[in-house]
């Protein structure tokens, strides 16, 4: 039976918080898997030495580091500008930037006994990387795509054309609630209704969205909690008891392209049961 496989060689992808952790890992990932050529944005500069690696590993430009702030619309037009104009618009989207901020949605100080709120600024912060810049980033790689399917005339996708696009949202285990992750869990979890939509909307354009829910992974933001923590309050909830490698949810993900057959949510959560 002949594949129907999305087949990622020739393709170009942009992945978003390429500099380190799963982000960077991912880009590894479709390098060594024959992409045409990856977008790797951030803010830091650190992509530039990843993309030199990639560059250097492949022995062929592959990699194109891309500084900025994902959550600038802006910077973003720029960047889809730059990679669709030397390697053909993104069929492949990872928006995997974040961050966290842990704190008690109401805490009270020892010492006054006042009660206090999860800051709203932050709350602002995480939803608007965590949460708006992924659904955007997606948004664009969905538009460009059938931007590119108007100019040659193709209008309604149907099967046989193959899948032309693939975005894959990174969720979290927490999603579903953790204490102390109010506005963590909130963007994360809002990615399943974002995917769960443009599922139903980006088909028609041939693109499938997925969302992957890391657990604990070994990333600067999991080491950032310190190592005391993870020891008491991470390893003994997760069956394998370590935390899981980047790579493995680099796979993951490369599974989730590939497979057209799977839709909607993957856990990738090293069996993490937490505590009540």
């Known amino acids: ?17 390429a500099g380190s952790g799963i982000g960077q890992a991912v880009a590894m990932e479709l390098a060594d898997r024959g992409v045409g050529a990856v977008g790797l944005v951030d803010s830091s500069e650190s992509v530039i030495n990843l993309a030199r690696t990639i560059n250097d590993r ?14 600038d619309a802006a910077f973003r037009a720029k960047a889809f500008d730059l990679i669709s104009s030397k390697y053909g618009a993104p ?23 006042r009660a206090e709120t999860y800051p709203l600024d932050k709350f602002r912060e995480l939803c608007e990387v965590n949460l708006i810049a992924p ?16 100019k040659r005339g193709k209008t309604s996708w149907s099967p046989d054309e193959g899948i032309q696009g693939t975005i894959i949202f990174l969720g979290a285990v ?3 609630g953790n204490s102390g ?14 995917a769960s939509t443009l599922s139903k909307e980006a088909i028609n354009f041939g693109v499938r969205c997925a969302v992957i829910h890391p657990g604990y992974t070994d990333t600067p ?38 497979n057209s057959a799977v839709s909607g949510q993957l856990w990738a959560d090293a069996g993490w049961h937490p505590q009540a």
């Open 91 to 113: 069929s492949i989207c990872i928006p995997a930037a974040g961050v966290s901020f842990d704190q008690p949605a109401v805490k009270v100080d020892e010492k006054t006994g």
């Open 174 to 176: 927490t999603s579903h």
């Open 58 to 71: 492949m022995e062929r430009p592959v990699a194109e580091a891309i500084i900025g702030d994902v959550t």
């Open 135 to 150: 659904a955007a980033w997606a948004m664009e790689t969905i538009a460009r795509i059938a931007d590119d399917r108007h």
């Open 1 to 17: 039976m002949e594949s129907i496989a999305m087949i990622i060689k020739g393709k170009s992808a942009v992945i978003t918080g």
């Open 221 to 258: 933001m999991t080491r950032a909690l310190g190592e005391e923590y993870i020891e008491k309050n991470i390893l003994p909830y997760t069956q394998l008891r370590r935390l899981i490698a980047p790579s493995e949810i680099a796979d993951a993900i490369y599974f989730l392209i590939c």
């Open 181 to 194: 992750q109010v506005a963590y869990a909130a963007s994360k979890s809002g990615l399943e209704g974002v």
